[in-house]
């Protein structure tokens, strides 16, 4: 017996989350309801990558149905079902008493449920990224899901990710990192560590301990030291071996995660500026989420005034910086220097967009408000020579559409883990203050 194919609704937000997502359903259908091209075409001007999205979206819409109508549907491809474009529904009886606002939410769940009474033998989903429109459609009796084509299945893993602490370990092999400057081959250290690309360790025994760095490409075992980054020194072992992958020209990619307070974007920070003359430019950006939502628009100013506010606090670890210098050191003046040159640039991640990334140290602050395409379209843009930060706090998430498991920072931190150019440490203790960290914590 044929097993039936399912009927997948997408709603708006799935499109501007991932355009391409009609080929993420296997042998499934799918169905775009009108509404959603009319929503879509709000989205098409503008430099945002939702505006992307839609623009994308429409024109391969246009490549699958070439000169034929949507009325019998589109075929996805091999292996894939068919796209279809529905019209607009009345609401049913049970529509109008429950909604009474006939907006394009509502206008999506009416031709969800017609297509789920047409189609009774066969498993009707709405796909949504929106929970409170997943609420609504359950309501009805009708199955409803989040897009989970790009979401991290065991963030745990990947979030444990960067630090293993090793008990019990023999002193005389710790002894011996102290000793060797070059590493030691992991075949003479005879230990297994689990290695997965660059890693890190808390090597402990019954006398001594030490930091450890398993080296991918050279396959050492290597002693981490607590450096020095522009006056920023580590406090703790996860700041250490954040600022080891940071400082090391080997990886070209590395992920910081970590509650507020950790000290992500003011190592990374430090790091590049000690750094500084190995690069041609220096771009420290955040996304800003509230550009999505037009709030920006109604703020007075120009452009520089209304984004203000969201870059300030790139603009407050540089202070922290600087003043770990007297004003007249050379240290504090290579500041200034660089920020009058536009060597040093802390701007908004859309101001970005078309920029020459080569040689250039670039760090992604706010990491966990991307899409995981935004990701890819970022790294993507890498030339020669160009060493990429991304950090964030993936329980902090301001998108309405993103979460945990479905942000661009969670997604990269799986994607990418095991490559020999690739760390990624999640930092757990906060060194802003006692306040801050009980705050963190309890709060």
């Not at 939702?50 to 109508?69: K, P």
């Amino acid at each position: 017996m044929a097993k039936l194919k399912k009927i997948f609704v997408l709603d708006t937000n799935v499109i501007l989350h991932d355009f391409n997502s009609i080929y993420n359903f296997e042998e499934n259908d799918v169905v775009i309801p009108i509404t959603v091209l009319e929503e879509l075409d709000k989205f098409k001007k503008g430099n945002d990558q939702i505006n992307f999205h839609a623009r994308e979206f429409t024109r391969e819409l246009d490549r699958i149905s070439g000169d034929n109508l949507f009325k019998d549907g589109a075929n996805l491809g091999k292996g894939l079902g068919t796209l279809f474009i529905e019209t607009g529904k009345e609401f049913s009886p049970t529509m109008k008493a429950s909604f009474h606002e006939n907006i394009p939410d509502h206008r999506i769940l009416a031709i969800t449920e017609h297509i789920f009474k047409q189609y009774k033998r066969k498993k009707v989903i709405l796909v949504t990224k929106d929970i409170n429109l997943r609420m609504k459609a359950k309501s009805l009796g009708i199955l409803a899901e989040d897009y989970k084509n790009d979401q991290v299945q065991d963030l745990d893993d990947v979030m444990s990710l960067g630090i293993t602490t090793l008990e019990n370990f023999d002193d005389a092999k710790i002894s011996s990192l102290y000793k060797s400057h070059e590493g030691i081959p992991e075949e003479e250290f005879g230990v297994d560590l689990l290695k997965s690309g660059h890693e890190y360790f808390i090597l402990k025994g019954s006398n001594s301990s030490a930091l450890a760095h398993y080296d991918p490409v050279e396959r050492l075992i290597t002693r981490v030291e607590k450096p020095n980054a522009y006056g920023i020194y580590p406090r703790n072992a996860e700041q250490t071996f954040s600022m080891n992958a940071l400082l090391d020209p080997k990886i070209s990619l590395v992920a910081l995660t970590g509650k507020a307070g950790t000290g992500k974007t003011l190592l990374a920070l430090a790091s590049a500026l000690a750094q500084n003359d190995m690069y041609d430019q220096i771009f420290l950006a955040r996304p800003i989420v509230a550009l999505a939502n037009k709030d920006l628009g109604y703020l007075p100013g120009d452009a520089k005034e209304k984004i203000g506010p969201y870059m300030q606090p790139l603009f407050d670890n540089l202070s922290v910086i600087k003043h770990k210098f007297n004003i007249h050191s050379k240290e504090f003046l290579k500041i200034d220097e660089l920020l009058k040159e536009e060597k040093l640039q802390i701007t908004p991640l859309a101001y970005i967009r078309g920029r020459s990334l080569s040689n250039t140290y670039f760090i992604v602050d706010e990491a966990q408000n991307l899409t995981p395409h935004e990701i890819k379209t970022v790294i993507t843009r890498a030339g020669e020579g160009t060493k990429m930060i991304f950090t964030g706090d993936i329980e902090q998430i301001d998108s309405p559409y993103l979460d945990k498991k479905s942000n661009g920072l969670a997604y990269l931190s799986d994607r990418m883990k095991g490559q020999d150019i690739f760390a990624h440490v999640n930092l757990l203790k906060g060194e802003r203050s006692h306040l801050a960290e009980l705050a963190s914590n309890l709060l």
